[in-house]
C-alpha cells in the first residue's frame, strides 16, 4: 500500500511539473514606427477585394468530358490544358473529311490521264479534217470529249479544296475538345466533373454544364468601393488610401486609387472606385471584406505627433489602473508600463516606454507574468 501511495504521489507530481513547465502560446507583433502614412482619413468606406481579370472557362463546342485537370488552388500557364472532352464524333467528320479529299484527288489523277489521251485524239482528229479524211462531226466529238475533261479536272479541284475547308473545319472541332487556360491564374473554382455534358449554351437546363472552371489572375487584384456622390469629389486617381482586410483587422495595407469609374448608380446614388494594392500578398483574397480610408495630401493639422511608436490595441493589457504590455525578449516575457496616445483605428500611439521594433503579445493567455518562458506562435 505503501509503495503504491509513493508511485502516485510521483506520477502526481511528475505531472504538475510538467504542467508547470509547460510554455503558453502567444501571438506577438512588433510596434511599428510613426510615419507620415497616417495622414488625415477624408473618407471611410467599405468594399470587396476584386480581381480586374476573372474568368469561367468554357469550351466551344458541346461534349461530355471525359478527364479534367483543374482542381480548386492549382497555378496554371497560359495554355495549360485545365480538361478533354470526348473526341468521337469530331474526330469522325476530321476522317470523313481526309476520305474525301483522297478520293476527289484519286478521281483528279485519273481525269488527268483522260485528258492526256484525249488531247492526242483531238490532234490527230484534226489532221485526219484537214486531210478530208474525217468528217467534222468526229472532230467536234474529239473537241468536245477533251473540253469535257478538261471542265471535269476543274470541278474536282474545286472538291478537292472544299475537302480541305472541311479538313480545317474538324481540325479546329477536334482541338476545341481540349480546354486550355486564356491566361496564368489559379483556379478558384471547379464547376464541371468527369462524365458531364458541358456546352457554351445553358440549353439541357441543369443536366449540362456551361463553364468547366473560373480562373482568377492573382496579379490583378484591386480594391472595389461604393463612394456616396456627395463626397465623390474628395477621391481622386493616384490619392493614398489605407486598406484594412475584415480578416486582419490588425494590418494596415497602404494602396492608390487606380480610377474613378466615370458614372453613377442613380439607385444607390454612389460612384465605384477601384484602388490599388501598392503591394499584393498571398494573404489577399478575392471577394474578401476590406475597409478604405481615403487620405489627404496635406500635412496633419496642429502640432505633430510625438508619440514613439504605434502598436495595435490588443497587446494592451490594465493592470491596477495601469496601461501595461508584455514584450518578448529571449524566448521570455518582460513586463512594460506604457504611455498611450491618440487611437489610431485598431492601433494605439505609444508615447512612452516602447521603442519601433519591440515585440509584443498581442494574443495568448490571459495570464501572464514577468520573466514567463513563451512559446511564439508561427
Not at 483543374?70 to 496554371?76: D, F, K, N, S
Not at 497560359?78 to 480538361?83: E, P, T
Not at 458541358?198 to 472552371?213: D, E, K, M, N, Q
Request: net charge neutral.
Amino acid at each position: 500500500m505503501f509503495g503504491a501511495g509513493l508511485g502516485a504521489l510521483v506520477v502526481i507530481g511528475g505531472l504538475l511539473l510538467a504542467f508547470k513547465t509547460q510554455r503558453p502560446v502567444v501571438e506577438v507583433a512588433a510596434a511599428r514606427p510613426v510615419t507620415a502614412a497616417t495622414a488625415e482619413a477624408l473618407l471611410n468606406a467599405s468594399g470587396y477585394v476584386t480581381p480586374r481579370r476573372r474568368s469561367t472557362v468554357a469550351a466551344k463546342v458541346t461534349g461530355r468530358v471525359q478527364q479534367i485537370y483543374a482542381e480548386e488552388g492549382l497555378h496554371v500557364k497560359a495554355g495549360q490544358v485545365l480538361a478533354t472532352l470526348d473526341c468521337s464524333q469530331p474526330v469522325a467528320a476530321f476522317n470523313s473529311a481526309k476520305a474525301d479529299r483522297e478520293a476527289a484527288a484519286a478521281a483528279l489523277a485519273d481525269f488527268e490521264v483522260q485528258l492526256v489521251n484525249a488531247d492526242r485524239e483531238l490532234r490527230r482528229a484534226e489532221a485526219l479534217r484537214a486531210a478530208t479524211v474525217m468528217s467534222q462531226e468526229q472532230l467536234d466529238n474529239a473537241r468536245m470529249t477533251a473540253d469535257s475533261l478538261k471542265a471535269k479536272i476543274n470541278l474536282t479541284k474545286q472538291q478537292t479544296s472544299a475537302s480541305q475547308a472541311r479538313i480545317m473545319v474538324a481540325q479546329q472541332d477536334v482541338d476545341n475538345c481540349t480546354v486550355r487556360a486564356p491566361f496564368e491564374g489559379v483556379v478558384v473554382s471547379k464547376d464541371a466533373q468527369r462524365g458531364e455534358i458541358v456546352s457554351p449554351l445553358s440549353a439541357g437546363g441543369g443536366f449540362t454544364r456551361t463553364g468547366i472552371a473560373t480562373l482568377v489572375d492573382m496579379t490583378s487584384i484591386e480594391i472595389e468601393v461604393d463612394v456616396n456622390e456627395s463626397y465623390i469629389a474628395r477621391v481622386k486617381e493616384g490619392q493614398k488610401v489605407i486598406a484594412t482586410l475584415d480578416a486582419y483587422p490588425d494590418w494596415q495595407i497602404p494602396s492608390t486609387v487606380r480610377t474613378v469609374i466615370p458614372t453613377a448608380d442613380r439607385q444607390k446614388a454612389t460612384v465605384k472606385v477601384r484602388v490599388s494594392f501598392d503591394k499584393l500578398d498571398p494573404k489577399i483574397l478575392p471577394d474578401m471584406g476590406v475597409k478604405v480610408a481615403f487620405l489627404s495630401d496635406q500635412p496633419p493639422k496642429g502640432k505633430a505627433s510625438e508619440a514613439r511608436a504605434v502598436i495595435s490595441q490588443g497587446a494592451v493589457r490594465s493592470e491596477d489602473g495601469k496601461n501595461i504590455v508584455f514584450m518578448v525578449r529571449d524566448g521570455k516575457l518582460e513586463r512594460r508600463s506604457v504611455s498611450l496616445g491618440a487611437q489610431r483605428g485598431s492601433d494605439v500611439e505609444v508615447m512612452a516606454g516602447l521603442s519601433p521594433g519591440d515585440i509584443l503579445v498581442v494574443h495568448g493567455v490571459e495570464t501572464l507574468h514577468d520573466g514567463q518562458a513563451v512559446e511564439i506562435k508561427k
